[in-house]
């Protein structure tokens, strides 16, 4: 197993802004690609953002484009999410997740390690 520990959520007002963290550790992650994903209640866990660990090419979903940015600093081994102008409709719980395939790529079901989650509320 790869340890992956999300932080930084909260509670936030609409408009408002968070930065979440994904801290890996236990190994290298210079040949992976990082990804987010999240899960509101009674919704499917969906594609949020991801991003090339070596390249730094980065995808994202329609939802958040030119709201959220992912980066990444190799020399913390760490993901970050930066979240600006957010909606009640981002509330959710935040998943960081590790893909040994370095693309970024959009399916869940690609990535090999999951973080424990962190939540996200947005208040109108």
């Known amino acids: 197993q790869v340890p992956l520990v999300e932080s930084g959520g909260g509670l936030v007002q609409a408009g408002g802004s968070l930065r979440l963290s994904c801290a890996a550790s236990g190994r290298t992650f210079s040949s992976y690609a990082m990804g987010w994903f999240r899960q509101a209640p009674g919704k499917e866990r969906e594609f949020v953002a991801a991003i090339s660990w070596t390249w ?3 995808n994202y979903a329609d939802s ?6 992912i980066s990444r600093d190799n020399a913390k081994n760490t993901v970050y999410l930066q979240m600006n ?3 009640p409709e981002d509330t959710a719980v935040y998943y960081c997740a590790a893909d040994d395939i370095p693309v970024p790529r959009t ?4 990535y090999d390690y999951w973080g424990q989650g962190t939540q996200v509320t947005v208040s109108s």
């Open 56 to 58: 730094g090419r980065t």
């Open 64 to 69: 958040v484009k030119g709201r959220f940015t």
């Open 85 to 87: 102008s957010l909606k």
């Open 107 to 110: 399916t869940d079901s690609w």
